[in-house]
C-alpha cells in the first residue's frame, strides 16, 4: 500500500485489510476502518471541494460530524446518489466511489474559482455590511441596480 502520509507501525487500524476506493475517477487504496477522509489524507489529497458561492478551494478541517467543507457525494450505482455526506464520518469500503462537489468540470480546474481574482473585494459577510448606509438610498439605488 502506498500511502504516503500514513506513519507506519503507528495507529489502530491493521495494514494488512486494505480498500480500494476511488475519488473524482482517480484510484486509491486506504485501510479498512478508515473514514473517506483519513484515506484521502493518507494518499496526499487535501482538496476534497469548492465552497458554494465562491468556489473557494475546501480541505478537511476537523476530525468528526462538525465538519463543514469535505462534503461529497456517495455514488452506489446511477440510481442511488447521496450528497453531501462528509467525509469524515463516511467509512471506506472496497469498491467506495465518492466525487466532489460544487465545482465544474472538475476539482482542479474549476472555471467558479475565477472569483479567486475579485476575492479581495468578496470579504467574509461583506453583503451584511455593504447596503447598508445611508439608509434612504436602499430603494431608490441599491435594489434596484442590483436586480
Known amino acids: 500500500m502506498n500511502a504516503m502520509f500514513r506513519i507506519s507501525g503507528a495507529g489502530r487500524l491493521s ?3 486494505t480498500a480500494s476506493f476511488s475519488f473524482d475517477d482517480k484510484f486509491y487504496v486506504g485501510i479498512e476502518g478508515d473514514t473517506l477522509a483519513s484515506g484521502l489524507l493518507a494518499n496526499g489529497v487535501h482538496l476534497v471541494g469548492r465552497s458554494f458561492k ?31 455526506v462528509r467525509a469524515t464520518v463516511q467509512e471506506l469500503y472496497d469498491g467506495l466511489t465518492a466525487h466532489s ?18 476575492s479581495p473585494l468578496f470579504s467574509a459577510g461583506f453583503y451584511y455590511k455593504t447596503f447598508m448606509w445611508p439608509k434612504s438610498a436602499w430603494k431608490s439605488l441599491y435594489e434596484p441596480k442590483i436586480r
Open 54 to 84: 465562491y468556489h473557494r478551494p475546501r480541505g478537511v478541517l476537523s476530525a468528526g460530524a462538525e465538519e463543514p467543507n469535505a462534503l461529497v457525494q456517495i455514488v452506489r450505482d446511477d440510481a442511488r446518489k447521496t450528497p453531501n
Open 15 to 17: 495494514q494488512a485489510k
Open 101 to 118: 462537489q460544487n465545482r465544474w468540470p472538475s476539482l482542479s480546474f474549476d472555471v467558479g474559482a475565477v472569483n479567486d481574482i475579485a
